[in-house]
Structure formats: structure tokens, C-alpha cells
Nanobody, 121 residues
């Protein structure tokens, strides 16, 4: 069974930094895109950043220049370095992966359980 497990959330003051990590485990044939989404209270889940296996990255305008996504393809991991955090970055952050399980051999989308990031002013 494929799982995504996030770590690294927490409470930080405005201007501070946090690093989120997500590890995919299970019987995986290939991981295509991995990324991060977030959902603040009362708001819809939104894209934060994505990274392909080939190294292409994309970011939401609100985090460009502050957040950096990186992949470790050998370890099936994706990280999100978050700098210059703002109170409006407060949300539950979810790891997402578009991957091919060995049991299916077709792409399936998976979500992690989420990790809370709280930025105090």
C-alpha cells in the first residue's frame, strides 16, 4: 500500500523558516509529480508548489521567492523550504504525488494526511 507521510510542520514567528518533508513509501514503480498544497480554515485547498521527476518546478505567486521545493528521487521524497513566513501562510499543508504503483501500473493521485503550519505575527 502506498503512503505519503509528511513531517516538519509547527509554530513559527513571522519572518521565520520551516522545512516540510514528505516521504512516499510502498510498492512504487514510478513517481511523476510531487508537490505541496495547503488549506487554511474556511478556504479551499490551493496549490503551493510542484516538482516533476525531471526537475521542473512551479510555484503559486504568493510563495515565489520565499519557498523552494526540492525532490530526492532516490528516496521518493519531496521537501519544501519555507522562508520569510507570513501569518497568511498559516494552513494545513498536504503532500501530493502523482505516481504509478507496481500493483496497478497506471498513474494514481495520492495525498498525505497533512501537517499544520502556524505563523504568528
Amino acid at each position: 500500500q502506498v503512503r505519503l507521510v509528511e513531517s516538519g510542520g509547527g509554530l513559527v514567528q513571522a519572518g521565520g523558516s520551516l522545512r516540510l518533508s514528505c516521504a512516499a513509501s510502498g510498492s512504487i514503480y514510478r513517481i511523476n509529480t510531487m508537490g505541496w498544497y495547503r488549506q487554511a480554515p474556511g478556504k479551499q485547498r490551493e496549490l503551493v508548489a510542484t516538482g516533476t521527476s525531471g526537475g521542473t518546478t512551479s510555484y503559486a505567486d504568493s510563495v515565489k521567492g520565499r519557498f523552494t521545493i526540492s525532490r530526492d528521487n532516490a528516496k521518493n521524497m519531496v521537501n519544501l523550504q519555507m522562508n520569510s513566513l507570513k501569518p497568511e501562510d498559516t494552513a494545513v499543508y498536504f503532500c501530493n504525488a502523482d505516481l504509478v504503483p507496481r500493483t496497478l501500473l497506471r498513474p494514481v493521485n495520492y495525498w498525505g494526511q497533512g501537517t499544520q503550519v502556524t505563523v504568528s505575527s
